[in-house]
């Protein structure tokens, strides 16, 4: 089970970025998704998770109304656009694959991407 992601980067606090993981065909096609992030001194915390069939969406409440997670079947991608950024927006973003879509419960995890929101 292989997950990669990538679009982190540098940006100013209201802007925009896009996170993506790519899977591989098997974890992506029975796997809920989700993303996850920890800054410098804090625990690992969710931030947003995709049912498998992606119907189903939930968010952390510090980016809920600021993010949107979705999945593209033919590119075995998940997205997670985050606009809005804010200083505490900073940290390692992770994506993990699941059984099931929950808040706390993942089997396998990508490297992070750093996200950096400055002020």
């Known amino acids: 089970v292989q997950l990669q992601a990538s679009g982190g980067g540098l940006v100013q606090a209201g802007g925009s970025l896009r996170l993506s993981c790519e899977a591989s065909?098997?974890?992506?096609?029975?796997?809920?998704m989700a993303w996850f992030r920890q800054a410098p001194g804090k625990e690992r915390e969710f931030v947003a998770g995709?049912?498998?069939?992606?119907?189903?969406?939930i968010y952390a409440e510090s980016v809920k109304g600021r993010s949107t997670m979705s999945r593209g079947a033919a590119e075995n991608t998940v997205s997670l656009q985050m606009n809005s950024l804010k200083p505490e927006d900073t940290a390692v973003y992770y994506c993990?694959?699941?059984?099931?879509?929950?808040?706390?419960?993942?089997?396998?995890w990508g490297q992070g991407t750093l996200v950096t929101v400055s002020s």
């Open positions: 993990a694959a699941g059984n099931r879509l929950s808040w706390n419960s993942y089997d396998f």
């Open positions: 065909a098997r974890t992506y096609s029975r796997y809920a």
């Open positions: 995709i049912s498998w069939s992606g119907a189903s969406t």
